[in-house]
């Protein structure tokens, strides 16, 4: 009987190879972990789908703060979903609860990138697992316990993180504009001009003073005084000369066009008439009081910040007439029924 000889069977041992595998694992481990340890900085590991933002951009932006590791030794999860138009974020604890939740709409994959690391920085804030900007560092960061740390909703992240709205998002919050300057409550202005109809023959120039005050808004109230220069009436052998002073108040509403300004306005008034008989010697002058309404429009331009060059145009009616009579020759010459008076001045606001 030929004897048929089996080979031996010989038994390896395995456990090198594990031990040397067990060994590697763990200096992985340290190396991942190490330095965030060592910082106090929490580790995350990252689960992204879709490429706006790219896995690549969002480990750039949370690189600041925390350490992004691979597989299961991450004690927080930080999911990114794209969806149309926007990216949506789920930060997990170790537990799989849900402690951020967030939408972001924007197609700045970058922008999107940097507000996910904002958002992260402001949760682990909050968690006191980071130090607040400009605090002082606290002490290493522990594990979260692992019942779920919100049963109803998500915390709301701070308020440096609500930067979701709007085609591109600004982490940063816009310096408040400078406020407006108050518009001057106080006018004076000083004019000259000529009566261009209603005064003949001459066409009387005058002057004028007058302040205006601010009410409310456009509103303003308006006084003036005035006064003529002399002009003569002539009828035959009989001459007067004819004074008139004028004092007046009015409302308007000042109008803006860029930075030119008009006022339209009314207002009413008294005109004091003084009549010298130039021909009658030792005659007192005749004084005459008359009520007037007027009706005009100026228009400013700046010279200064608080200087103008100002133009009007006025119409005044006078309600009341005289008739200047000189004996023996009876009636020469009747008062204006109205005038119509161009002028140009300066204003300065106080």
Do not use: N
Request: net charge positive; aromatic share 4%; charged share 20%.
């Amino acid at each position: 009987m030929e004897d048929i000889l089996a080979p031996a069977t010989m038994a390896t041992d395995y456990r090198p190879l594990v031990e040397r595998a067990i060994a590697c694992a763990a200096a992985s481990a340290i190396a991942i972990l190490g330095p965030a340890i060592a910082r106090g900085e929490p580790a995350a590991r990252l689960a992204i789908t879709g490429d706006c933002p790219s896995a690549a951009q969002v480990r750039e932006a949370l690189s600041a703060w925390i350490v992004v590791v691979d597989g299961e030794q991450a004690a927080w999860t930080i999911e990114v979903t794209r969806a149309v138009d926007a990216a949506e974020l789920a930060m997990r604890d170790r537990g799989g609860s849900i402690v951020l939740s967030r939408r972001i709409a924007s197609r700045d994959c970058t922008a999107v990138a940097a507000a996910i690391a904002v958002m992260v920085h402001g949760q682990l804030v909050e968690l006191k697992l980071l130090p607040a900007p400009g605090a002082a560092a606290v002490e290493p960061a522990v594990d979260p316990p692992a019942a779920p740390m919100v049963a109803a909703a998500a915390p709301i992240a701070p308020e440096a993180a609500r930067r979701e709205t709007g085609p591109e998002l600004r982490v940063r919050r816009a310096a408040a504009p400078a406020p407006a300057p108050r518009p001057s409550s106080l006018a004076l202005a000083v004019s000259g001009g000529l009566d261009v109809a209603g005064v003949a023959p001459e066409r009387a120039g005058f002057g004028q003073l007058d302040a205006a005050f601010r009410l409310r808004g456009r509103w303003r109230v308006r006084g003036a005084i005035g006064a003529s220069a002399p002009s003569t009436i002539e009828a035959g052998m009989d001459r007067l000369d004819v004074w008139r002073t004028t004092a007046r108040v009015g409302a308007g509403a000042r109008l803006t066009a860029g930075s030119i300004w008009v006022q339209p306005a009314i207002g009413a008034g008294i005109a004091v008439w003084r009549i010298d008989p130039r021909d009658l010697a030792g005659a007192p002058p005749r004084w005459r009081v008359q009520p007037v309404a007027e009706a005009g429009v100026a228009v400013g331009a700046p010279l200064g910040r608080r200087l103008a060059l100002r133009l009007e145009a006025l119409a005044t009616l006078f309600l009341v007439t005289h008739r200047y009579v000189v004996d023996p020759d009876g009636a020469i010459a009747r008062s204006p029924r109205s005038t119509v008076s161009l002028a140009g001045g300066l204003e300065w606001s106080f």
